[in-house]
Every structure is written in C-alpha cells, then in structure tokens.
T-cell receptor, first 111, second 116 residues
Framework: GENVEQHPSTLSVQEGDSAVIKCTYSDSASNYFPWYKQELGKRPQLIIDIRSNVGEKKDQRIAVTLNKTAKHFSLHITETQPEDSAVYFCAASKGGNKLTFGTGTQLKVEL | GAVVSQHPSWVICKSGTSVKIECRSLDFQATTMFWYRQFPKQSLMLMATSNEGSKATYEQGVEKDKFLINHASLTLSTLTVTSAHPEDSSFYIC????????????FGEGSRLTVL
C-alpha cells in the first residue's frame, strides 16, 4: 500500500519568514495530494491540494509543488503569521480511494 | 464545501462497555465514508472504509469484531467500539467524499473517546 513520509516533524519560524514542509510517497499511481491544517482538538481542514497533472499550485501565501518523477511534494507558506501555527499533514491517494496521511509537522510561528 | 457531522463530540465510558459514534453527511450523499483514529500528537490512521449497503473494508491490524461499522444509508455511517478498553481511548474522525472522483475529503468534527 501507499506510504507517505513527512519532514520535518517540528518547525519553528519567525513571523514573516517562510516555512517549507516536504513529503514523499511510495505509490507511483497516486494522483491526488492534499495538505491539511489541524488545530488542537479540531478536525483537519484542507488548505490546498494538487493533482498529478499539475506541477505547482498557489493560493495567496500557500503553494504546493509536485515532482512526480521523484515522488515528492512540498508545502510552502510565505509571510508566516502566528495563526499559521498548527499541525500540517500531507496525504496521497489514487483518485477516489482512501487517503494515506503523512506523520505531520508541528509548525510554530514565533513573534 | 460539503458538511460532515459527527456525534458525540466527546464521550467517557467504563471499560467493557460499548460506544457508538455517528457520522452524517448533511448536504450530500456519501456511498463511501472513511473512519480514522488519531492518538495524541500522531497522524490520522485509517481504520476502515465504510461502504453503503455492504460490509466495511478494514485496514490491516484493525479488529472488525471490535470496531463495528454500519453504513445503512447514503448519509449515515456508525462506528461502534465494543468492549472498550483504556487503550481504545483516542480521537475518532470520520470523513466522506462529496464527489467520487474529485478526491477531496470532508471531515467530521471528531469524537474524543475516553475509556476509564
């Protein structure tokens, strides 16, 4: 089955700096890669996703890049703000099949 | 986006008792729902895929007789933790897709189970 690895497990940045979280996946047939933000005790919230026919996608301060050949994808957050502090999960799936999550990254944006 | 509602949001029970958690898709029909479990500071681990009108598909290592899943309608799936033990204490989250091919999952609020 699919295996998704995520790094780093914790990330601390200064407000205004950029944050980058990286994931790799094992199943070359995976074609959907979402990123979720989860605040303590809350449900995961989709923040951005990318499909295998696209190499990069951007939404305001958030961007995701995908390298299908290397089987890795990354989340980029620019101009970080304190409210960006949360746990971020990457995930991968094949079409409408089950989603496999990465291990999570605790992002802390310090003032 | 689509709305998935989960109930109860938290529950405390004694060891040996059973607990039922409901997951509803409020504004769409979901032929498939997914049940995840999340231990503190860990990732979401898929327990099973709930299929409307048929048996659930369980992930390796998940006991189907302990975690009973019923998906009797297109808007409701239930997870029953039978003979609960303290090690079953966790955050249980359900999710569903509004459209079978788009991939986006919508999550319920989660249910915090504490077994004493």
């Amino acid at each position: 089955g699919e295996n998704v690895e995520q790094h780093p497990s914790t990330l601390s940045v200064q407000e205004g700096d950029s944050a980058v979280i990286k994931c790799t996946y094992s199943d070359s047939a995976s074609n959907y890669f979402p990123w979720y933000k989860q605040e303590l005790g809350k449900r995961p919230q989709l923040i951005i996703d990318i499909r295998s026919n696209v190499g990069e996608k951007k939404d305001q301060r958030i961007a995701v890049t995908l390298n299908k050949t290397a089987k890795h994808f990354s989340l980029h957050i620019t101009e970080t703000q304190p409210e960006d502090s949360a746990v971020y999960f990457c995930a991968a799936s094949k079409g409408g099949n089950k989603l496999t999550f990465g291990t999570g990254t605790q992002l802390k944006v310090e003032l | 986006g689509a709305v998935v509602s989960q109930h109860p949001s938290w529950v405390i029970c004694k060891s040996g008792t059973s607990v039922k958690i409901e997951c509803r898709s409020l504004d769409f029909q979901a032929t498939t729902m997914f049940w995840y479990r999340q231990f503190p500071k860990q990732s979401l681990m898929l327990m099973a895929t709930s299929n409307e009108g048929s048996k659930a598909t369980y992930e390796q290592g998940v006991e189907k007789d302990k975690f009973l899943i019923n998906h009797a309608s297109l808007t409701l799936s239930t997870l029953t933790v039978t003979s609960a033990h303290p090690e079953d204490s966790s955050f249980y989250i359900c999710s569903a897709r509004a459209h079978s091919n788009t991939g986006e999952l919508f999550f319920g609020e989660g249910s915090r189970l504490t077994v004493l």
